[in-house]
């Protein structure tokens, strides 16, 4: 099976798409050109629509040394996940969909 990432606005979700397959975990990590501040809220919606990550971040997961640590879901069905992540106090913010088949 095969996922792909698709993102848009101010910070890019990134996930490591190679061998995600229904039952296993997703591991995503974020970027943004511009300054962001800290906190953040993450919402993670599975294909149903119901909500599989709602959080609030103290820090951007970047994949840098350092930096904190993936934000970890386990991908419980095919089909497409929507992710919104966005400054809690800014407007900086970034839409993707994670699409599992």
């Known amino acids: 099976m095969t996922a792909t990432i698709e993102s848009k606005g101010d910070i890019e979700s990134i996930c490591k798409t190679g061998a995600l397959t229904a ?3 997703a591991e995503l990590v974020f970027r943004s050109w511009d ?3 800290p906190p953040f809220t993450l919402k993670i919606r599975d294909p149903s629509g119901k ?3 709602d959080r609030v971040l103290r820090e951007l997961p970047t994949g840098r040394p350092q930096s904190a640590p993936p934000i970890t879901f386990t991908v419980s069905i095919v089909g497409t996940y929507k992710i919104l992540i966005k400054e809690l106090y ?3 913010s970034g839409e ?3 699409n599992v088949t």
């Open 23 to 25: 039952g296993s975990s």
């Open 35 to 37: 300054d962001v501040s």
């Open 51 to 53: 909500m599989v990550v």
């Open 90 to 92: 800014g407007r900086a």
């Open 96 to 98: 993707a969909t994670l």
